[in-house]
């Protein structure tokens, strides 16, 4: 991924919390409310799954995308302090995984070596 897609996903963040503030659904939220989420997390990653199958890789990136706006969502839906050290925690601990502490297992996830 380049520098220019890496500055478009920031400004995808922005839009999505612009979003979530217009139309009064910033957090943070219920458990509840949250729960509402997921069908709507569902339905893009269905999206997601037909257009790998079968539309062109435009459509793949448009619904990648898309699963990617609703969970930026869901964050926007949280603690922004809560956020900002899950963000952190998750960065730190994928950046600290080697080839030699981990390695791609059979369905092509990376996991820590046994």
């Known amino acids: ?38 069908p709507i997390q569902d339905e893009e990653v269905r999206e997601l799954h037909q257009a790998i199958l079968h539309e062109s890789p435009e459509r793949i990136a448009s619904e ?24 952190a925690e998750v960065i730190d601990k994928n950046g600290a995984k080697t080839e030699r502490t981990h390695h791609i297992n059979a369905a092509g996830k990376v996991v820590r070596r046994s």
Do not use: K, N
Not at 64 to 87: F, H, M, N, Q
């Open 64 to 87: 990648a995308v898309d699963v990617l706006y609703v969970a930026i969502g869901t964050l926007v839906c949280l603690d922004p302090d809560l956020v900002a050290a899950a963000l």
């Open 1 to 38: 991924m380049d520098t220019r897609a890496l500055e478009r996903i920031a400004s995808l963040a922005a839009s999505v919390q612009d979003f979530h503030q217009r139309f009064g659904l910033a957090g943070p939220h219920s458990r509840e409310e949250l729960l509402s989420r997921i």
